[in-house]
């Protein structure tokens, strides 16, 4: 659990190590401070804890689309949104719990319809800076199941 949370990793990766962490239960945004649900919390941080989480994760967000479909009120579902989005100047940073994890994104704003810095922080990025330390003393074969439980997007990682 300690590497982990040195490592920065978020997700069913971090909560497979021991760690409760979740963005929705920690730091609510939209409804989730209305709902009703567990954080899948597994403490072996192995290849297997990730495994089992990811089924035990999917069925925790079944339970969690089934609270959010309930209070959806009746009528037009569409947001009205102006076609060019122009954020305030100034900068900000917000985060979500996507399935792989903490998604953040920080922009610098002039007020334009450009975002003078825009950065974003995906889970598979950081999740892989963990893998140097995850794959020493094992076989090469073991690291097909150490990546493939990680859940690593490549086009996540790409710079």
């Not at 962490?21 to 290849?47: A, E, H």
């Not at 995906?122 to 990680?150: Q, R, Y």
Request: charge should be negative.
């Amino acid at each position: 659990a300690e590497q982990a949370v040195s490592y920065a990793m978020s997700g069913p990766s971090l909560r497979a190590s021991g760690v409760p962490m979740d963005v929705r239960r920690d730091d609510p945004y939209s409804v989730y401070s209305k709902l009703d649900f567990n954080v899948i919390t597994l403490n072996d941080g192995d290849c297997l804890a990730r495994y089992l989480a990811r089924p035990m994760e999917i069925r925790e967000s079944i339970k969690i689309l089934n609270q959010a479909l309930e209070m959806l009120p009746q009528g037009e579902y569409t947001a009205k949104m102006p076609k060019i989005l122009k954020p305030p100047a100034g900068e900000t940073y917000t985060r979500i719990e996507s399935s792989r994890g903490d998604l953040g994104v920080y922009i610098v704003s002039d007020g334009t319809a450009s975002p003078y810095r825009l950065h974003w922080r995906p889970p598979s990025f950081i999740n892989l800076a963990a893998v140097g330390e995850m794959i020493k003393g094992w076989k090469i074969a073991d690291v097909v199941a150490i990546l493939g439980t990680l859940d690593i997007v490549l086009g996540e990682v790409d710079r």
